[in-house]
Structures are given as structure tokens and as C-alpha cells.
């Protein structure tokens, strides 16, 4: 079993930064496929950003590519996502996922297991 608690939100100007963290418990966290996802109301939940096992590899979606940058410690157990020239559309609460078996889909959320409460990022113009 993996607990994920994110934290990091809050209110920003267009323009600023934000770093979210996940803080992960579990012994095998370096073995686990980690993302950022995000919802707004009434919308799905869509994929940000994810992490590879050991995070030998990062993907990225197109939205976010060029602002946004996922990183790991895994000495720390611990995910983030680095936020930058936030717009006011990336306001959303935003998830931390992982799972532990390969897949080559890091996009779909059905592919992972376990999720944390969200932690709230609001981009003001």
C-alpha cells in the first residue's frame, strides 16, 4: 500500500511559479511509475506530467511541455513539479499517482493505483 500527500498549492499571478510535492510512503518508491494529474469541475481528470521507473524518463503533455518540469528523490520519497510561466487555464486541483508494474501508457489515469487528496493551484490574470 502507498500513501501520497501532496502539497505546494496556492494562489499565483500569471506568469509565476509554483512547486508542488508529493510525499510518498513505501520502501519500493524508486521502483514506481509516478504523475501529476489535474481536474477542474465538471472535467476529467487529465494527465500533466509522469515519471518513469527510477525516473529514467519523464513524459509530458503537450499543454505543459516547455513550463513544467516532474523530478524525483527517491532517497526522500518524494515527487514534484516544478511550475513555471503559469496561465490562468492551468488553475486546477492537482493529483499525485503511482503505480508499481510497467506499462508504456504514463497518460491514462485507469492506469494507476493509488492517488492523493490534490492539492489546490490557482493562476490569477
Known amino acids: 500500500q502507498v500513501q501520497l500527500v501532496e502539497s505546494g498549492g496556492g494562489l499565483v499571478q500569471a506568469g509565476g511559479s509554483l512547486r508542488l510535492s508529493c510525499a510518498a510512503s513505501?520502501?519500493?518508491?524508486?521502483?514506481?511509475?509516478l504523475a501529476w494529474f489535474r481536474q477542474t469541475p465538471g472535467k476529467e481528470r487529465e494527465f500533466v506530467a509522469a515519471?518513469?521507473?527510477?525516473?529514467?524518463?519523464?513524459y509530458y503533455a503537450d499543454s505543459v511541455k516547455g513550463r513544467f518540469t516532474i523530478s524525483r528523490d527517491n532517497a526522500k520519497n518524494t515527487l514534484y513539479l516544478q511550475m513555471n510561466s503559469l496561465k490562468p487555464e492551468d488553475t486546477a486541483v492537482y493529483y499525485c499517482?503511482?503505480?508499481?508494474?510497467?506499462?508504456?501508457?504514463?497518460?491514462?489515469?485507469?492506469?494507476?493505483?493509488?492517488w492523493g487528496q490534490g492539492t489546490q493551484v490557482t493562476v490569477s490574470s
Open positions: 499517482a503511482a503505480r508499481n508494474y510497467y506499462s508504456s501508457d504514463y497518460s491514462s489515469k485507469n492506469r494507476y493505483d493509488y
Open positions: 513505501g520502501r519500493t518508491f524508486s521502483t514506481y511509475a
Open positions: 515519471s518513469g521507473w527510477r525516473g529514467a524518463t519523464a
